[in-house]
T-cell receptor, first 112, second 112 residues
């Protein structure tokens, strides 16, 4: 069991740019969710993928998009970055969505 | 909509018990979770309780659920300095997919 790995750990981007964040889940974890955690806040649900299809989305605009691949890796893409997108982005995966998720350590995105 | 509230801060002495409280609004929540976040790290699942349970004990951790009042608590016995962290309560909802709704977190400070 290798856990959930996210890359990069830190990233600085300029407003208006695009960014791709990556996550590698444990083998067999066919459900992956992405969360945004602003400083001093709890994580907010962005979306969830199950068997490579998006099956749920939170209150985030379409410029937040994702992909899930057959090898249990996934991506979060954010277009037209805004200053308020600065946050810790957390990937979480599960093999049984009712028994909790394993979270990665996150990617700290700073938009300047 | 779903909402989870927690007190922001708790300070205890090493060896004492800590009790972290949480209230939630979604009566249809199936599972309720406690996560721990240490500085610069992701979220670590501590324990969870199914909504038809009143209590769950796991070593030093005791979870109490009052479904009528929508109140959840986490008791940590014999609190250690290593327990200093932010603790998040989360409720799950199942609208065909499972998302976690987190509180803003309770910062626990354990002093020697």
């Amino acid at each position: 069991e290798t856990g959930v790995t996210q890359s990069p750990t830190h990233l600085i981007k300029t407003r208006g740019q695009q960014v791709t964040l990556r996550c590698s889940s444990q083998s067999g974890h066919n459900t992956v969710s992405w969360y945004q955690q602003a400083l001093g806040q709890g994580p907010q649900f962005i979306f969830q993928y199950y068997r490579e299809e998006e099956n749920g989305r939170g209150n985030f605009p379409p410029r937040f998009s994702g992909l899930q691949f057959p090898n249990y890796s996934s991506e979060l893409n954010v277009n037209a970055l805004e200053l308020d997108d600065s946050a810790l982005y957390l990937c979480a995966s599960s093999s049984d969505r009712y028994l909790g998720y394993t979270f990665g350590s996150g990617t700290r995105l700073t938009v300047v | 909509g779903e909402d989870v509230e927690q007190s922001l801060f708790l300070s205890v002495r090493e060896g004492d018990s800590s009790v972290i409280n949480c209230t939630y609004t979604d009566s249809s929540s199936t599972y309720l979770y406690w996560y721990k976040q240490e500085p610069g790290a992701g979220l670590q699942l501590l324990t969870y309780i199914f909504s038809n349970m009143d209590m769950k004990q796991d070593q030093r951790l005791t979870v109490l659920l009052n479904k009528k009042d929508k109140h959840l608590s986490l008791r940590i016995a014999d609190t250690q300095t290593g327990d200093s962290a932010i603790y998040f309560c989360a409720e799950s909802s199942d609208d065909g997919f499972q998302k976690l709704v987190f509180g803003t977190g309770t910062r626990l400070l354990v002093s020697p």
